[in-house]
């Protein structure tokens, strides 16, 4: 799930793991505010709401990281395509 094009697909009340090492970046969002931070390591996973409602994502950690999540409708992940983008909120470490 490296690529967007080859994202990890979610289902409901699923939990999945991932990592950054050796990732590489082929998306943007606009956050977090700095440019340099924008062009970070991302990993991608699909989501199909089946109906209407709230998806919650949590990033839980082994040890504190900065993390972002950012909401696309398509690939490539671009701020044209983002719906939702999120830095910084809430915990970055163990859940």
């Known amino acids: 799930n490296n690529a967007c094009s ?6 409901p009340g699923g939990t ?12 943007l969002s606009s956050c977090p505010a700095s440019t340099a931070a924008r062009t970070r390591p991302d990993v991608w996973y ?3 709401a089946p109906s209407a409602g709230t998806l919650q994502v949590d990033t839980c950690l082994s040890s ?4 972002v ?16 983008c999120n830095d910084d909120a809430g915990n970055n470490g163990p859940c």
């Open 46 to 48: 699909a989501f199909t």
């Open 16 to 27: 999945y793991a991932g990592t950054t090492v050796n990732a590489t970046t082929d998306g």
């Open 69 to 84: 999540v950012s909401i696309h409708t398509s690939c490539p992940g671009n701020a044209s395509t983002q719906i939702a």
């Open 6 to 11: 080859s994202a990890t697909t979610m289902v």
């Open 64 to 67: 504190p990281a900065d993390t």
